[in-house]
């Protein structure tokens, strides 16, 4: 008879006892996905997947090991556990590793009011080409659209359990609906593209394939015939849908292992101000229907919500227990892992603090500058903040979009940038990352 996930998370516990861990704990995973993907009316490629994944981390004193599988025999749990207790022997010891204190652990949850799983059946066996091939559609249709790349439709379905030999036993399930579509206008060098897409945790949440095929070709017309910037000194403005990016460069300098190792712009900046006193970063794991949120982390330990930065003060780092200990601190709960991983600090659901000013009163007021909407490419540099991004967009002129641009770059220092910056009102509050638009005075441009 197969076992269940939580079923199969105390047989590894058990199994990792008799081979001889002073601790284990243990994470599976089991879920279902659907891809469908179309192309000039005609199904492209069509993949479901099914599996099971189990992950064991064991102790040996201060030396830990971890072993993953996707075979849930009953001999492979044993020979699991055995592996990882003897891989654990040979680890040299880690001061900072062990499972948590059981009254550190989360006891009690509120699955339901969380709604991470929508209850209704899987989609029926027609409903995705139908979504992708409307998405396709209506993207096609947009006057100036040279070819659809490519139009997805996806369903999946997971259940994860963690257990460990401190007492801690919990899990939950998800599910995700999903479409999106690419467009291509122009040929040859003058080729430029643009998406558009939707995710959610209930199918009744999802905006229409049309609405997103709609979009992806007027997003991608849009940029048609784009040519470089002027270099100099403009107000940069982040369109909404990468301004999270910014806030995300913010939350990996936050983050604990980072912090631990030394290697954070952000490592002196602890109780003092680093964004505009109005704005703060909120941390929430409790909103409803939102991918990021969970009752408890990977290590067992409850969720909270909290203020990473509050009225532009940092108010603290993103911590597991491993890196809270190296610290001298107290984990923020925050662990994440897979089956083949061992736990690292990580953010789940973030909001920024809303402007009042609309993107097109923060266009209108820029003057001459730079509205960004894609980027590509990183430069930063871990230890002083130095930001360098290529990006594309919309050249700002009087206050008005003038015409698109490609093939520049923009560059500052994110301790400075990130004390300048004006959001918009414009954020969607359904995302994991709710991060309106993001205006900032003063940056480097390189372009033609």
């Not at 861990?21 to 993907?37: H, K, P």
């Not at 040996?60 to 020979?79: C, F, H, Y």
């Not at 490592?267 to 009752?295: H, N």
């Amino acid at each position: 008879m197969t076992q269940s996930p939580e079923e199969l998370c105390h047989a590894l516990i058990a199994a990792a006892k008799k081979a001889g861990a002073d601790a284990a704990d243990t994470l599976v995973a089991e879920g279902t996905s659907v891809s469908i993907e179309v192309r000039a009316g005609a199904l492209e490629h069509a993949e479901r997947s099914e599996g099971t994944d189990l992950g064991l981390r064991v102790f040996v004193g201060k030396r830990q090991a971890i072993v993953s599988s996707s075979d849930m025999r009953p001999e492979t749990l044993a020979a699991m556990a055995e592996r990882a207790v003897a891989m654990a022997r040979e680890a040299p010891e880690d001061p900072y590793a062990g499972l948590a204190d059981a009254s550190q652990l989360a006891t009690s949850w509120d699955i339901a009011a969380l709604e991470l799983e929508d209850s209704s059946a899987e989609p029926a066996p027609d409903a995705l080409p139908a979504d992708a091939l409307a998405a396709e559609a209506a993207c096609a249709a947009i006057d100036g659209i040279s070819q659809v790349q490519s139009s997805v439709a996806g369903y999946g379905r997971s259940r994860v359990h963690m257990a460990a030999s401190n007492g801690f036993s919990g899990g939950y399930g998800r599910s995700s609906r999903s479409i999106s579509c690419v467009g291509i206008a122009g040929t040859g060098t003058g080729m430029e593209r643009d998406h558009d897409g939707d995710s959610r945790t209930f199918q009744s949440n999802l905006r229409s394939p049309e609405d997103i095929g709609r979009t992806a070709g007027e997003c991608t017309v849009a940029r048609h015939g784009a040519r470089k910037p002027a270099t100099g000194s403009y107000p940069v403005l982040f369109d909404e849908r990468i301004s999270g990016s910014l806030i995300g460069h913010l939350l990996g300098a936050a983050n604990g292992a980072s912090i631990a190792r030394g290697s954070s712009w952000l490592k002196d900046s602890l109780g003092r101000q680093v964004l505009p006193e109005a704005l703060s970063v909120t941390e929430d794991p409790f909103r409803p229907r939102i991918t990021g949120s969970r009752p408890f982390d990977g290590e067992g330990l409850p969720t909270a919500r909290r203020a990473i930065i509050d009225k532009g003060v940092l108010t603290g780092w993103t911590l597991d227990l491993a890196s809270a200990r190296k610290l001298g601190l107290e984990s923020t709960g925050n662990a994440v892992r897979g089956a083949g991983s061992i736990p690292s600090p990580a953010n789940w659901n973030i909001s920024l603090t809303q402007g009042e000013a609309s993107r097109a009163d923060l266009i209108s007021g820029m003057g001459t500058g730079l509205l960004v909407t894609s980027m590509i490419g990183s430069t930063i540099n871990p230890n002083t903040g130095d930001y360098s991004r290529g990006a594309s967009g919309f050249w700002v002129e009087n206050g008005e979009i003038a015409y698109p641009v490609n093939e520049c770059t923009i560059a500052g220092n994110l301790l400075d940038m990130l004390l300048r910056i004006q959001p918009a009102n414009d954020a969607r509050t359904h995302l994991s990352r709710v991060v309106p638009s993001i205006l900032i005075e003063g940056m480097t441009l390189a372009g033609s």
